[in-house]
């Protein structure tokens, strides 16, 4: 069983490169932590019958960094969540669009 500390985040259409840039870099660095076992980034493909979807003038990634458990989670919360929050701000600049979950893989 794993837990999923999921955050997802709204970015303009022009600046998707960037973020995909950002989150294979610079987040990967700023998450690291001795009891994450995967990290990866999303981009939301598509909602289903919304026809207009491609024509938003924003994108939603999420990041999801994978954990034993949910200890490990709010640990890593606890002591990386603002270094990876300061590392998106300082590309994205202040007050980001995003939320946070924690999912339990069943």
Same mark, same amino acid.
């Given at each position: 069983?794993?837990?999923?500390?999921?955050?997802?985040?709204?970015? $303009?259409?022009?600046?998707?490169?960037?973020?995909?840039?950002?989150?294979?870099?610079?987040?990967?660095? =700023?998450?690291?932590?001795?009891?994450?076992? &995967?990290?990866?980034?999303? %981009?939301? =493909?598509?909602?289903?019958? &919304? *026809?207009?979807? &491609?024509?938003?003038?924003?994108? *939603?990634?999420?990041?999801?960094?994978?954990?034993?458990?949910?200890?490990?989670?709010?640990?890593?919360?606890?002591?990386?969540?603002?270094?990876?929050? %300061?590392?998106?701000?300082?590309?994205?600049? $202040?007050? $980001?669009?995003?939320?946070? *979950?924690? %999912?339990?893989?069943?």
């Amino acid at each position: 069983m794993s837990y999923i500390f999921n955050i997802s985040f709204v970015v $303009p259409v022009a600046r998707k490169q960037g973020f995909i840039g950002w989150a294979s870099g610079e987040a990967r660095l =700023a998450a690291a932590s001795d009891t994450l076992r &995967d990290f990866r980034s999303l %981009l939301v =493909a598509a909602i289903p019958g &919304d *026809t207009e979807f &491609d024509k938003s003038p924003d994108r *939603t990634f999420s990041i999801q960094l994978c954990f034993d458990s949910l200890k490990d989670c709010r640990e890593w919360h606890a002591s990386r969540f603002d270094s990876l929050m %300061l590392s998106y701000s300082a590309w994205h600049g $202040p007050n $980001p669009l995003f939320f946070a *979950t924690i %999912l339990k893989e069943v």
